[in-house]
């Protein structure tokens, strides 16, 4: 083998590390459930400890290779550039989701594995490849595919009903995809001819699809029910891919695309587009806030919480169109899902130990099981975190773009809400214990499990506070620098 070749070879690894972690899944997980490895009652334990080894590895190998031009691979005409923020997301996501998958376990832990590896890879692969919108379908058809795999076969109404809701809305906004395409193919029309519409009309026409998009897959108002059933229904591991960490990635892209499509017509796009994401945003906060404190149910919680966080999202993309330059909004996307997956990891822990999905019934959880305790501490700490440290710094100001003592006034109680939802949670925890958590066996603090439980989740949430940097040169990657062409570098 030629030099030449040895280095287009460990170029193609390097580009592709996670999509090979994810395919090597495919072989690895039926085999070491086999009864050649041991008796068959242990076979789920087994799975599950393979994938959570290969979700540590992809994460590994994603950090070591990062992005730069030995990870860039070139066939003919088509390029893959891993980008920092892909790579970034498999890092955390691979040990957030081993650690969800070692304190989940089950019967189907193999298969959580590979629902966790192949969204990581399929987040890889669409922040790396620059060819416009086909990262946005890449992550639409995946976050369809992945939704059926972990609802898995079970005879479940409930998930068969948030499987159709899902493939319900990947279907709408596939459509509002194409009539993205067709109106941007016609903006070079437009200079041209301009009898056939304005450039700032049809500017506007993307942005607003591109935003229906948005608010679409990140479960935004009036999209939030396929979020809140997604949560309720599907398992942890899937729920957070699905509806969490795909849409964040999609995040990334739609706001770097809108941050193009601002910066490239001389009038700003104002109008029912600012005004809508901005209201939306705002209703969608304050909905997901109030929401979680008003229920029961640790599944509905945990789905309005990630509401929440799709409020957040869509006020960085009203920003985003107001002032393309500013970076604020694309560091929102990261935090967010770190913080609703410290709450993931809460839920399944507490599901585990108490097979219980009320608050009520919940009572006093927080003196059995001290361990869970401190995650939903971090998680809380996180999620204050975020708006304060990630996205009022982010260069700009709601009330200033905003314009309106609304949007500020809404946001502060959005925010206002979401951590008292948290609050609510960790109170629930303290009070009286009920007679089912009495009657579990209290957690030992310092038992191994426990330790790597908390180590954990400190870990998480420092990365989402900010306290923690990996890979500092992520944020300012997050957007292509001004000199290069729009073409090589269409995704964040």
Same mark, same amino acid.
């Given at each position: 083998?030629?030099?030449?070749?040895?280095?287009?070879?460990?170029?193609?690894?390097? @580009?592709?590390?996670?999509?090979?972690?994810?395919?090597?899944?495919?072989?690895?997980?039926?085999?070491?459930?086999?009864?050649?490895?041991?008796?068959? &009652?242990?076979?789920?334990?087994?799975?599950?400890?393979?994938?959570?080894?290969?979700?540590?590895?992809?994460?590994?190998?994603?950090?070591?290779?990062?992005?730069?031009?030995?990870?860039?691979?070139?066939?003919?005409?088509?390029?893959?550039?891993?980008?920092?923020?892909?790579?970034?997301?498999?890092?955390?996501?691979?040990?957030?989701?081993?650690?969800?998958?070692?304190?989940?376990?089950?019967?189907?832990?193999?298969?959580?594995?590979?629902?966790?590896?192949?969204?990581?890879?399929?987040?890889?692969?669409?922040?790396?490849?620059?060819?416009?919108?086909?990262?946005?379908?890449?992550?639409?058809?995946?976050?369809?595919?992945?939704?059926?795999?972990?609802?898995?076969?079970?005879?479940?109404?409930?998930?068969?009903?948030?499987?159709?809701?899902?493939?319900?809305?990947?279907?709408?906004?596939?459509?509002?995809?194409?009539?993205?395409?067709?109106?941007?193919?016609?903006?070079?029309?437009?200079?041209? $001819?301009?009898?056939?519409?304005?450039? &700032?009309?049809?500017?506007?026409?993307?942005?607003?699809?591109?935003?229906?998009?948005?608010?679409?897959?990140?479960?935004?108002?009036?999209?939030?029910?396929?979020?809140?059933?997604?949560?309720?229904?599907?398992?942890?591991?899937?729920?957070?891919?699905?509806?969490?960490?795909?849409?964040?990635?999609?995040?990334?892209?739609?706001?770097?695309?809108?941050?193009?499509?601002?910066?490239?017509?001389?009038?700003?796009?104002?109008?029912?587009?600012?005004?809508?994401?901005?209201?939306?945003?705002?209703?969608?906060?304050?909905?997901?806030?109030?929401?979680?404190?008003?229920?029961?149910?640790?599944?509905?919680?945990?789905?309005?919480?990630?509401?929440?966080?799709?409020?957040?999202?869509?006020?960085?993309?009203?920003?985003?169109?107001?002032?393309?330059?500013?970076?604020?909004?694309?560091?929102?996307?990261?935090?967010?899902?770190?913080?609703?997956?410290?709450?993931?990891?809460?839920?399944?822990?507490?599901?585990?130990?108490?097979?219980?999905?009320?608050?009520?019934?919940?009572?006093?959880? @927080?003196?059995?099981?001290?361990?869970?305790?401190?995650?939903?501490?971090? @998680?809380?700490?996180?999620?204050?975190?975020?708006?304060?440290?990630?996205?009022?710094?982010?260069?700009? &100001?709601?009330?200033? $773009?905003?314009?309106?003592?609304?949007?500020?006034?809404?946001?502060?109680?959005?925010?206002?809400?979401?951590?008292?939802? @948290?609050?609510?949670?960790?109170?629930?925890?303290?009070?009286?214990?009920?007679?089912?958590?009495?009657?579990?066996?209290?957690?030992?603090?310092?038992?191994?499990?426990?330790?790597?439980?908390?180590?954990?989740?400190?870990?998480?949430?420092?990365?989402?506070?900010?306290?923690?940097?990996?890979?500092?040169?992520?944020?300012?990657?997050?957007?292509?620098?001004?000199?290069?062409?729009?073409?090589?570098?269409?995704?964040?």
């Amino acid at each position: 083998m030629s030099e030449a070749e040895t280095l287009q070879m460990l170029s193609a690894l390097r @580009a592709f590390s996670p999509l090979l972690f994810a395919l090597l899944s495919l072989p690895v997980i039926p085999l070491v459930r086999s009864n050649r490895f041991g008796s068959r &009652s242990d076979a789920h334990v087994r799975g599950g400890s393979a994938a959570v080894l290969l979700l540590l590895a992809s994460s590994v190998a994603a950090l070591l290779a990062g992005s730069g031009y030995a990870s860039t691979l070139s066939v003919g005409l088509i390029t893959v550039d891993p980008s920092e923020p892909g790579r970034l997301l498999v890092t955390l996501g691979g040990a957030v989701f081993a650690l969800i998958v070692t304190v989940g376990q089950g019967r189907r832990a193999g298969a959580m594995g590979q629902v966790a590896l192949f969204g990581l890879a399929i987040i890889d692969i669409s922040l790396a490849i620059p060819i416009g919108l086909a990262p946005i379908v890449i992550l639409l058809v995946g976050s369809a595919s992945l939704s059926a795999l972990a609802a898995g076969n079970k005879e479940d109404a409930q998930r068969a009903r948030a499987v159709f809701r899902d493939l319900r809305t990947v279907g709408v906004l596939l459509t509002v995809i194409v009539v993205a395409e067709l109106l941007r193919s016609a903006i070079p029309l437009s200079a041209t $001819d301009p009898a056939y519409a304005t450039t &700032s009309s049809l500017t506007a026409g993307v942005a607003m699809t591109l935003s229906l998009v948005l608010l679409g897959m990140i479960g935004a108002f009036p999209f939030h029910h396929r979020l809140v059933r997604i949560f309720e229904s599907l398992p942890i591991v899937g729920s957070l891919m699905v509806g969490v960490w795909i849409p964040a990635a999609l995040s990334l892209i739609i706001l770097n695309e809108l941050s193009l499509l601002s910066s490239s017509v001389s009038e700003p796009i104002g109008g029912a587009v600012v005004t809508t994401l901005f209201f939306t945003g705002i209703v969608t906060l304050l909905f997901g806030g109030f929401s979680a404190l008003l229920h029961d149910d640790v599944g509905e919680v945990l789905g309005f919480l990630a509401v929440g966080n799709a409020g957040w999202l869509t006020l960085g993309a009203a920003a985003t169109l107001l002032h393309p330059s500013a970076v604020g909004p694309l560091l929102v996307a990261l935090p967010g899902a770190l913080v609703i997956s410290l709450f993931g990891l809460w839920r399944i822990s507490i599901r585990r130990h108490y097979e219980l999905t009320s608050l009520q019934e919940l009572s006093g959880w @927080a003196r059995r099981t001290q361990a869970i305790g401190v995650v939903l501490i971090c @998680a809380a700490a996180a999620q204050t975190a975020v708006p304060v440290r990630e996205f009022f710094s982010g260069g700009f &100001s709601i009330a200033d $773009d905003g314009g309106s003592p609304f949007i500020t006034v809404g946001a502060l109680f959005g925010a206002g809400s979401l951590a008292a939802a @948290a609050i609510r949670l960790f109170l629930v925890g303290l009070a009286q214990e009920s007679r089912d958590v009495h009657r579990t066996h209290a957690g030992k603090i310092l038992s191994p499990a426990a330790i790597w439980l908390m180590a954990g989740a400190i870990l998480i949430s420092g990365v989402a506070g900010g306290f923690i940097n990996i890979e500092a040169a992520a944020s300012g990657l997050l957007r292509p620098d001004a000199v290069e062409s729009v073409p090589q570098n269409s995704t964040p």
